[in-house]
């Protein structure tokens, strides 16, 4: 299984920027999917999730401007990020529970590369 996350990029403050993270491999079962962060020095911090259901539950630093969604048809999970602030700078990682076959009991935890969100003042 491998989580591919794109979208990273410099932007502005008060703008926006829309990440992607795709799983792909062996999936039998993707379950919640969730996004995290790290900005330099400090530890990684959750940042939103959503089940496969489409319910979602964000950090309180990010609740009403960023946004979790999913496409179950391409196991992709996008964060909409608006109103962007300097504070959100950080390396965004997305994470996923998996079953990769029927076999499985449970699921495992598989993390994508991260990709670099820069907001500049």
């Known amino acids: 299984v491998q989580l591919q996350a794109s979208g990273g990029g410099l932007v502005q403050a008060g703008g926006s920027l829309r990440l992607s993270c795709a799983a792909s491999?062996?999936?039998?079962?993707?379950?919640?999917m969730r996004w995290y962060r790290q900005a330099p020095g400090t530890q990684r911090e959750y940042v939103a999730a959503?089940?496969?259901?489409?319910?979602?539950n964000y950090a309180a630093s990010v609740k009403g401007r960023f946004t979790i969604s999913r496409d179950n048809a391409k196991d992709t999970v996008y964060l909409q990020m608006n109103s962007l602030k300097p504070e959100d700078t950080a390396v965004y990682y997305c994470?996923?529970?998996?079953?990769?076959?029927?076999?499985?009991?449970?699921?495992?935890?598989?993390w994508g590369q991260g990709t670099l969100v820069t907001v500049s003042s």
């Open positions: 959503i089940t496969s259901g489409g319910t979602t």
């Open positions: 491999g062996s999936i039998f079962d993707l379950n919640t």
């Open positions: 994470a996923a529970d998996i079953r990769e076959t029927i076999l499985d009991a449970t699921t495992h935890e598989f």
